[in-house]
T-cell receptor, first 118, second 112 residues
Framework: DTAVSQTPKYLVTQMGNDKSIKCEQN?????MYWYKQDSKKFLKIMFS???????INETVPNRFSPKSPDKAHLNLHINSLELGDSAVYFC?????????????????FGPGTRLTVT | GQQVMQIPQYQHVQEGEDFTTYCNSS?????IQWYKQRPGGHPVFLIQ?????EVKKQKRLTFQFGEAKKNSSLHITATQTTDVGTYFC????????????FGAGTQVVVTP
């Protein structure tokens, strides 16, 4: 069983279209993330949810809207796609490391969705 | 905001040699994580360091967290062809729970 799965794996679409990427994790983690990896392989965090609550919302255009229907799912909807949105989008989840201060532990990444906007 | 710099960007290594990649943050980190991404793959977790001055080893890999919790290093001994990939550090921001700033990565190429 895949721990973190994403669909679709590849997405080719034209400028101006709206598309969604789905992510599911079966690890029972409370925290989930969306990352964007550009052509230079730079990984940038976009959003983070903890127990379905949005806790991190980086400076991402409003065209990007995450939705977490339950703890196991975190979807990403993108409106009015632009050429610059072309990248690999990774979903990740992590457990919480309990201690004096609880912090997120290792992140399990999905296989990625390669989005190409033409 | 926090910036995490990683050097070198590229590392060409002869099989059997050692190398080190460094990660430096402009601010104090709550913790640091290291990941490895093979070509065409996704990042895979290697280690998390939380304590000041912490050193952890995984076989040929040695990870270190600086005393000031602003820098970290990954040292690989006796490099093998299986070590090929991009190594990322990810710094956890002290005042922003759950937010990790990734370095640009060190792309490692191993020649036999």
């Amino acid at each position: 069983d895949t721990a973190v799965s994403q669909t679709p794996k590849y997405l080719v679409t034209q400028m101006g279209n709206d598309k969604s990427i789905k992510c599911e994790q079966n690890l029972g983690h409370d925290t989930m993330y969306w990352y964007k990896q550009d052509s230079k392989k730079f990984l940038k965090i976009m959003f983070s949810y903890n127990n379905k609550e949005l806790i991190i919302n980086e400076t991402v255009p409003n065209r990007f809207s995450p939705k977490s229907p339950d703890k196991a799912h975190l979807n990403l909807h993108i409106n009015s796609l632009e050429l610059g949105d072309s990248a690999v989008y990774f979903c990740a989840s992590s457990p919480i490391r309990q201690g004096a201060i609880s912090i997120p532990y290792e992140q399990y990444f999905g296989p990625g969705t390669r989005l190409t906007v033409t | 905001g926090q910036q995490v710099m990683q050097i070198p960007q590229y590392q060409h290594v002869q099989e059997g040699e050692d190398f080190t990649t460094y990660c430096n943050s402009s601010t104090t980190l709550s913790n640091i994580q290291w990941y490895k991404q093979r070509p065409g793959g996704h990042p895979v977790f290697l280690i998390q360091l939380v304590k000041s001055g912490e050193v952890k080893k995984q076989k040929r890999l040695t990870f270190q967290f600086g005393e000031a919790k602003k820098n970290s290093s990954l040292h690989i001994t006796a490099t093998q062809t299986t070590d090929v990939g991009t190594y990322f550090c990810a710094g956890g921001e002290g005042d922003s729970w759950g937010k990790f700033q990734f370095g640009a990565g060190t792309q490692v190429v191993v020649t036999p």
